[in-house]
């Protein structure tokens, strides 16, 4: 799965859960990126309330519901930089994937 089909599914997530009223990037490192704002996702590399660094390979696996978010951040395949709460509001998107 490339950035721009990663970016269309969560345009469609971020519609069914309502949007969000913070932004978040996903930082796939050498992968490149995914930002979500609002209503709509783009593969566009602009600051955000929070990033959270991930595999993209990790991050399909948490959109798919095979990895556990929590086991995660735990064992440090995903880091969170910036707003906190805005990581913890992400289930519900997630859960629309």
């Known amino acids: 799965m490339d950035n721009a089909e990663i970016a269309a599914k969560m345009t469609e997530a971020l519609g069914k859960a309502g949007g969000t009223d913070k932004s978040v990037k996903f930082d796939f490192g050498d992968d490149g990126q995914v930002f979500a704002s609002g209503t709509e996702a783009t593969t566009e590399d602009n600051d955000a309330d929070c990033t959270i660094s991930v595999s993209k390979d990790d991050f399909i ?37």
Request: net charge negative; charged share 15%.
């Open 61 to 97: 696996a948490l959109a798919e519901g095979n990895l556990d978010p929590m086991m995660a951040f735990m064992s440090g395949k995903l880091k969170v930089a910036g707003d906190m709460s805005v990581a913890m509001g992400l289930q519900s998107i997630f859960s629309n994937m």
